[in-house]
């Protein structure tokens, strides 16, 4: 295999990642959040297939469809022979049930292990926990602790912290007990909510990631009539801009889906970008888009667009 890029370091933790991570939701099969099905030899056989690409990070959680994406992915590599030594499968806890305590984590990643197949687990993010009580979280016996311990114990590599809100998510980042970041759907064309989060993670030598930056999808629409950004409506302005993108980028002989997976591949603090792929011809897609090569003019005419900061994701106070 021949790549088209270097593998980035993540951050101080001494591994690397590919400029694009395999998005692991939709191989568990999530026709609620996806509209589709993916059935389990189709995810198998695109594992192997990321496998043999320039893709070399894969991005997948505890509770993806109840386990799925992380057993299809187990079975992907063990169908390959094996995880090839430079690739880098990333993992995260979950609650069940709304049970988030330390011992949901243990338990979470004595099931990632086994479903993956992979010990020790080399990163694994603590995943939303802004829906949760944060003294909980990170009290004495919470899941904070319990993902430390488990690094110290070398049951896992490096801890992340993966999450949405970047108000709720700054105090977590503060307790200066990560070694990554991810972010998602709020450092992309038309949000910049993650701004700040990504400086001070930056600042404190983590490793960033960047996920869903199609924003849920409406940047790779095409007809129009997608009109939730982030899981929500989007604002009329942001629809506005998003419009306006459209246009510059058929201008510039380029689409709104490839501007949207190069704004983020193009960002140096960031090490990898994660895009969710549940069939084959989209890998390829997806590794063009990331290298694509657009004037700085593009980019500059694109910005001019950005809508203003009370139509992000998150501006008010929390």
């Not at 496998?51 to 959680?61: C, G, P």
Request: aromatic content about 6%; overall charge negative; proline content about 4%.
């Amino acid at each position: 295999m021949t790549a088209r890029w270097e593998l980035t370091p993540l951050g101080a933790t001494g591994l690397t990642v590919s400029p694009i991570t395999l998005g692991g939701a939709p191989l568990g099969s999530m026709p609620e959040n996806f509209g589709y099905e993916v059935a389990e030899n189709d995810a198998i056989a695109l594992v192997g297939a990321v496998l043999d690409s320039d893709i070399r990070t894969i991005d997948t959680s505890n509770g993806y469809s109840a386990g799925r994406s992380e057993e299809r992915i187990g079975k992907g590599i063990a169908a390959h022979g094996g995880l090839p030594d430079d690739v880098l499968v990333i993992t995260k806890t979950d609650q069940k049930d709304g049970d988030y305590s330390g011992e949901r984590v243990k338990r979470s990643l004595d099931e990632s292990r086994e479903r993956l197949g992979i010990g020790p687990l080399p990163v694994v993010h603590l995943h939303d926990p802004e829906f949760h009580d944060f003294d909980a979280m990170t009290g004495r016996g919470g899941a904070v602790e319990a993902l430390v311990e488990a690094r110290e114990r070398g049951e896992v590599g490096h801890i992340g912290l993966a999450g949405g809100d970047v108000r709720v998510m700054s105090r977590y980042l503060e307790l200066g007990v990560f070694d990554v970041l991810l972010v998602h759907n709020r450092w992309t064309l038309v949000d910049r909510s993650a701004g700040d989060i990504i400086a001070r993670a930056t600042e404190m030598g983590l490793g960033i990631v960047n996920a869903a930056v199609l924003g849920g999808g409406i940047l790779a629409d095409t007809t129009g009539t997608n009109t939730q950004y982030g899981y929500r409506p989007a604002s009329a302005a942001t629809l506005d801009s998003i419009a306006r993108m459209r246009a510059v980028c058929e201008k510039w002989d380029t689409d709104l889906a490839t501007a949207a997976i190069r704004f983020s591949t193009r960002e140096p603090r960031i090490a990898s970008t994660i895009v969710g792929i549940s069939k084959i011809p989209r890998i390829a897609t997806t590794v063009t888009a990331a290298t694509a090569e657009l004037p700085q003019e593009f980019w500059d005419e694109l910005e001019t667009l950005v809508p203003a900061s009370e139509n992000w994701l998150d501006t008010d106070p929390v």
